[in-house]
């Protein structure tokens, strides 16, 4: 089961290419740039290689790119593979991808896998640091801040997920995790410093690292003077015992094992105590 990666994910353990204890992500290519004989032929690899397809994108994906990806599972008439879009700014993304590449080696089922990524969204703080809001449609900004985005030098930190806030660096403090967590940093200038250092203490996190900015962070914000960060759950152990805890059930639609309120493969809901059917009955 592969996952599509962010360009510029960050990696857990650091090291040489290829030593990290979990899979490889797979990237789909865009339209553009690859044919659709090409993307069948790559995504039925994938299906016999590793039996089902978890695949997460940005909800903000261009319609070509999106409509690419359901026009590949509906030929391949595959229901082993999931289509999750995300509301996460990029390099939060690309934490979550990690994150479900990390849980893929463990025992759990690919559905439970899918219906995780909903879970562990939950646990990630991500925003940047901009230079400008003028442009910024991801996030409410006050008119205030747009007038303030004008004056030189202007600075401001925006969390988007998973509560919006919005503050001017220096007049104003982002509230955080309430439980340990690394920091991702991605960017460079005074405004990575910032996210490292003051962002990082204000969080009381326990590591910082630093990686490429994702390639679509730039229009995702509304501008290229930004760093993004995201402070997530570091640990396979604890991401675990967080998806472990979680009631399992089958869906009553394509009956994958799946864990909170819906499907991850076919996105059923998961029925109200009052319409479940009573243990080995049908009455």
């Known amino acids: 089961m592969l996952l599509p990666a962010i360009e510029g994910s960050p990696n857990s353990r650091p090291g040489p ?4 204890p979990y899979p490889p992500a797979a990237v789909l290519a865009s339209p553009g740039e690859q044919s659709l004989d090409a993307a069948l032929g790559e995504t039925h690899r994938l299906l016999e290689q590793h039996g089902h397809v978890v695949a997460l994108y940005p909800d903000s994906l261009p319609d070509a790119h999106r409509r690419r990806l359901h026009t590949v599972r509906s030929i391949l008439e595959s229901d082993r593979i999931t289509l999750i879009p995300s509301a996460l700014p990029p390099l939060g993304l690309a934490v979550l991808v990690r994150q479900l590449r990390q849980l893929s080696v463990c025992d759990f089922s690919p559905g439970v896998l899918a219906s995780a990524a909903r879970l562990l969204a939950h646990y990630i703080h991500a925003g940047a640091v901009l230079n400008s ?10 008119l205030k801040a747009h007038a303030r985005s004008w004056l030189p030098g202007s600075q401001f930190a925006v969390l ?3 509560v919006p806030q919005l503050v001017r660096v220096g007049t104003g403090e982002l509230e955080g995790p309430d439980y ?5 940093v991605a960017g460079d200038g005074a405004t990575s410093s910032w996210a490292a250092g003051t962002l990082a203490a204000l969080w009381q996190v ?3 690292q630093e990686c ?3 390639g679509y962070s730039a229009p995702w914000w ?3 003077k930004l760093t993004e960060f995201a402070a997530y759950l570091p640990d396979l ?4 015992q967080l998806v472990a805890s979680v009631r399992r059930e089958s869906c009553r639609w394509c009956g994958m094992e799946l864990i909170g309120d819906r499907c991850g493969f076919c996105a059923s809901p998961v029925p109200g105590p009052e319409l479940r059917l009573p243990a080995g009955g049908t009455s």
């Open 222 to 224: 509304g501008t290229a």
């Open 237 to 240: 152990s604890v991401l675990y």
């Open 180 to 184: 340990s967590c690394h920091l991702v």
């Open 212 to 214: 490429p900015l994702p």
């Open 17 to 20: 290419a290829g030593s990290e």
């Open 133 to 142: 809001v003028t442009r910024l449609d991801r996030v409410p900004v006050a």
């Open 160 to 162: 988007a997920h998973p």
């Open 206 to 208: 326990n590591g910082v």
